[in-house]
């Protein structure tokens, strides 16, 4: 099993639709990272966060430590936000090396 | 402010041969590390390098594969000789140090796509 589990897999919206992509982990973390890949592009990294939430433009993640739950919202989606969405987290153990888990491909429909 | 490049993006070895990837990180980025994915699967770290020495290579997946950073800056990994299964792509990413803090956001290079036949 996976340290690091996120769900849905695939997901397809509409424009406008709010979009959430889930992320459970089993191990005790430093720092959970949310991802994203545009196809045939690189990654980038869109937050870090240990605790609460943070909000960038129509993103917002959040994460509850004591459930080992993070999530990934996405407010008013639109084509361009179509892409891989990768969770990982550094556990801090000197190394902070990223475990990343499966990804959720996000597909917005015009 | 460049970011991190990685070179080349793709290349198509025969099983057998010697490839070497190259990662040059954000100038000034103390830690550099490589990360695999292989098709189908998640991404999954190899090694990391605080300036030139390693830190952690308990991902390198056996001595096939050899990983230096010379002077602490841009990084090579050689892969020899070439299996099957090292088809995958390579991603390097590079992170700043905060002494008492810990390290940044990973900033990652476009990768290496590389297809062992």
């Known amino acids: 099993k996976n340290e690091v589990e996120q769900s849905p897999q695939n997901l397809t919206a509409q424009e406008g639709e709010f979009i959430t992509i889930n992320c459970s982990y089993s191990v005790g973390i430093s720092a959970l990272h949310w991802l994203q890949q545009h196809p045939g592009g690189g990654i980038v990294s869109l937050f870090m966060l240990s605790s609460g939430k943070k909000k960038h433009g129509r993103l917002i993640a959040t994460i509850n430590i004591q459930e080992k739950h993070s999530s990934l919202h996405i407010t008013a989606s639109h084509p361009r936000d179509s892409a891989v969405y990768i969770c990982?987290?550094?556990?801090?153990?000197?190394?902070?090396?990223?475990?990343f888990g499966k990804g959720t491909k996000l597909s917005v429909i015009p | 402010e460049a970011g991190v490049t990685q070179f080349p993006s793709h290349s198509v070895i025969e099983k057998g041969q010697t490839v070497t990837l190259r990662c040059d990180p954000i100038s000034g980025h103390d830690n550099l590390y490589w990360y695999r994915r292989v098709m189908g699967k998640e991404i999954k770290f190899l090694l990391h390098?605080?300036?030139?020495?390693?830190?952690?290579e308990s991902g390198m997946p056996n001595n096939r594969f050899l990983a230096e950073r010379t002077g602490g800056t841009y990084s090579t990994l050689k892969v020899q000789p070439a299996e099957l299964e090292d088809s995958g792509v390579y991603f390097c990413?590079?992170?700043?140090?905060?002494?008492?803090?810990?390290?940044?956001?990973?900033?990652f290079g476009p990768g290496t796509r590389l297809t062992v036949l």
């Open positions: 990982a987290f550094d556990s801090g153990a000197g190394s902070y090396q990223l475990t």
């Open positions: 990413a590079s992170s700043h140090t905060y002494p008492g803090y810990g390290t940044d956001t990973q900033y």
């Open positions: 390098f605080v300036k030139e020495s390693k830190q952690d």
